[in-house]
């Protein structure tokens, strides 16, 4: 199990950007694949970002290639979310996950762990 702590939310206008951070605790992080989501109110969830445990393979959901940058940092037991040309629409609660299956699966029910969530609002 990992128990897993999000930061670096916060108000900024659009195409500014900010940096997501997810600290990871449990020996066996670096073995997970690491997922992003978000949640918009009224919305489902949605896969944002993912990166297998290797840190070679990384996911995108489309509407944000180009944008951002999922990385991790194994020594850090940290994930990263760099943000970029951020649109009102990436407004939303993000949350980082982990997957002990390193599948880096876009399926929010294959993530066994969660974090509480930050909150990014992108103003127009």
């Known amino acids: 199990q990992v128990q897993l702590v999000e930061s670096g939310g916060g108000l900024v206008q659009a195409g500014g950007s900010l940096r997501l951070s997810c600290a990871a605790s449990g020996r066996t992080f670096h073995y997970y694949a690491m997922g992003w989501f978000r949640q918009a109110p009224g919305k489902e969830r949605e896969f944002v970002a993912a990166?297998?445990?290797?840190?070679?393979?990384?996911f995108y959901t489309e509407s944000v290639k180009g944008r951002f940058t999922i990385s991790r940092d194994d020594a850090k037991n940290r994930v990263y979310l760099q943000m970029n040309s951020l649109k009102p629409e990436d407004t939303a609660v993000y949350y980082c996950a982990a997957d002990s299956l390193d599948m880096a699966s876009t399926r929010a029910y294959e993530y066994s762990d969660w974090g509480q969530g930050t909150q990014v609002t992108v103003s127009s």
């Open positions: 990166v297998r445990w290797s840190g070679d393979a990384t």
